[in-house]
Each structure stands twice: as structure tokens, then as C-alpha cells.
């Protein structure tokens, strides 16, 4: 894996420069999820202080998870036309923690758009 | 905004299914001591899957979003998933953390990847689609048990190899090599009739 090895892996915009979204997927910002990386590293089980070099290559692992992920659902669901939640939960579909997390994470977004709609109609009451 | 006295109901603040409807009625309740009995049943009763590291994969991602939106919207304190046994269950492990482990757990917790980030690769991968916020949301939770995947086996292949201390890159090529072997890496298997 020589793109993981050398640590600086494909070429990067400048982090402070400017906050557009990269047109290519090839030019990409590094550390986007450094900070957050850092505390869920900690959290599965690393030390309170991960090394940078193991979050910038998990930040790598995941990216390049993410864009696997998404290109596969592309796949799928170029037939339908738009790209959908179903076709992410139909690739997780064997992986059971993965999709019963996913089916909980959905229908408490639902439930919570729900409560703000009932909260927001009885602000006007 | 977390007005809760333990650290692990201040780690806890999900958001049940039934309760935001409840303490919505009542506007500004006052933050109930972990309630325990949820007056609405659950329409829609998601089936976790009841191992430890599974429990702990409840709403965290909940609790960005909740920090974000929670402006008035108090959401009751029930930790589980609306399930008085569960919840008791989750009670009792986490009144005997220590220190470390309630402030991992902690980080567990809320670690999550932050939606404008992921929305913004989500739209360098695809192109130009427009994404929707649900999607936001699954990818989020699915990148993030990944990488609880990846961490746990780097920490499986640290014990085998003897060693201890900081997780390195080296152990996480390792347990990234492992997941795809075991299949739980995606590869790019689509039609390779015409290559």
C-alpha cells in the first residue's frame, strides 16, 4: 500500500485556504476528520493521545471505506436514477450491527423531525 | 443545557423514541431524573443487537445532532432504547465504570463525523448529486462502526504481537488487511467482464 505508507498520499489543497468542496475526489484536504477521529479512536479503544500518523492513515482508511461504499451504491442504484438511503442499507444488509445501527440512527432522525414539528406548531399556539 | 447530574446522564442524553413527543408537550420540563416508564410505546421497535460493544453503538451521533438542534427542545434522558430493562442493564455497567472507562465511554459516545464535512465528500465523491441529509446520517454511522472495526482488530493484533501502548500505523495496515480478508471491506467486484 504504497499511497499509506509514504503518509502524504494524493496531492492536497492547502488546509487553510478555502472552505469549496473539491471538484475531484483526487484533490482532497487532509485532516478533515482529525478532530473528530482523534476522539473516536480513543473511544473504540487507542490511547487519549492517538498518534497523528495513525489518525491521518485511519482518516485515509475511512475515506477511501467511504468512497468504496458510495461508488458501490452508485452502482446499485444508477438504475433507479438518484442515489438513495436504501441503496447504502441494502449494500449493509449482511453486516447486522451495521444495519440495525443504521435503522435506529434513521428512525430517530424521523422521530426527532417529528418533535421539532410538533414543538415549532405549539411555539405559534 | 445538560442539566444532569451524573456524568453518564450527561453522556446519555439520547434521545429515545417515545420521549421527545412527550416532554415536547410539556414545553420547558425540567430535565426528569432518568423517567423510566416511556408513556408512548414505541411504533417502530428497533431491534439492536444486544452484545456489549453493540449496546455501546446507541445514538451517538444523537447527541451532535441534539447539541445542535437542542436549543429548547429537551429530550428526555432515557438512555436505551426505551426499554426499562435494557436501560437498567446499562445502568448497572455504567455505575461501575471507573473514571477511565466512564470518560471513554464518554468519547465513544459523542465522537462522531461531523455532517458539513461528510456532506462535502459525499459531494466530491459523487459528483454534483445533491445530498440528502438522511444519507448524511447513515454514512456517518456506518464510517464510524468501520472504524470501531478497524481499531478493535489493530488492538486484537497488538495483543498477539505482545505489544502495548499507542495504536501504530503499522497494526492498523495489519487489522486493515485482516477486514478485507474476512470480506468486510468493500472491493470493487462490479462487472469485471470487460476490463
Do not use: W
Request: net charge neutral; hydrophobic share 30%; aromatic share 6%.
Amino acid at each position: 500500500m504504497s499511497n499509506s505508507s509514504s503518509g502524504t498520499g494524493t496531492s492536497s489543497k492547502p488546509r487553510a485556504a478555502s472552505s469549496q468542496p473539491s471538484e475531484t475526489s483526487s484533490k482532497r484536504k487532509r485532516g478533515v476528520f482529525q478532530k473528530e477521529l482523534q476522539h473516536m479512536m480513543y473511544g473504540f479503544g487507542d490511547d487519549p493521545n492517538p498518534l497523528p500518523e495513525s489518525v491521518a492513515l485511519m482518516e485515509d482508511i475511512a475515506v477511501e471505506y467511504v468512497t468504496e461504499l458510495v461508488h458501490k451504491a452508485q452502482d446499485i442504484g444508477s438504475q433507479r436514477g438518484k442515489l438513495s438511503v436504501e441503496d447504502f442499507l441494502y449494500l449493509i444488509r449482511k453486516d447486522l450491527s451495521k444495519l440495525n445501527r443504521c435503522t435506529e440512527l434513521l428512525s430517530m432522525n424521523e422521530v426527532l423531525k417529528q418533535a421539532r414539528k410538533v414543538f415549532e406548531s405549539e411555539e405559534f399556539d | 443545557m445538560k442539566q444532569s447530574k451524573d456524568p453518564f446522564e450527561a453522556a446519555f442524553e439520547e434521545s429515545p423514541p417515545e420521549s421527545p413527543v412527550e416532554t415536547e408537550a410539556e414545553a420547558d420540563t425540567p430535565n426528569p431524573p432518568s423517567s423510566s416508564a416511556p408513556p408512548l410505546p414505541q411504533p417502530q421497535k428497533v431491534s439492536a443487537t444486544k452484545d456489549k460493544d453493540k449496546d455501546k453503538d446507541k445514538d451517538k451521533d444523537e447527541e451532535e445532532e441534539e447539541e445542535e438542534d437542542n436549543m429548547d427542545v429537551e429530550l428526555a434522558k432515557l438512555p436505551s432504547a426505551g426499554d426499562p430493562h435494557k436501560m437498567a442493564k446499562m445502568q448497572a455497567i455504567l455505575s461501575q465504570f471507573t473514571e477511565d472507562q466512564m470518560s471513554r465511554y464518554e468519547s465513544f459516545r459523542r465522537a462522531g463525523f461531523q455532517k458539513a464535512n461528510m456532506k462535502r465528500l459525499l459531494a466530491s465523491i459523487t459528483g454534483t448529486q445533491k445530498i440528502s441529509v438522511p444519507m448524511t446520517i447513515v454514512v456517518s454511522g456506518i464510517a464510524k462502526l468501520f472504524v470501531g472495526e478497524v481499531v478493535e482488530t489493530a488492538r486484537i493484533v497488538m495483543k498477539e504481537r505482545k505489544e502495548s501502548g499507542t495504536i501504530r500505523p503499522c497494526h492498523l495496515r495489519e487489522a486493515y488487511r485482516r477486514l478485507k480478508l474476512e470480506g468486510k471491506v468493500f472491493k470493487r467486484s462490479a462487472s469485471r467482464l470487460f476490463r
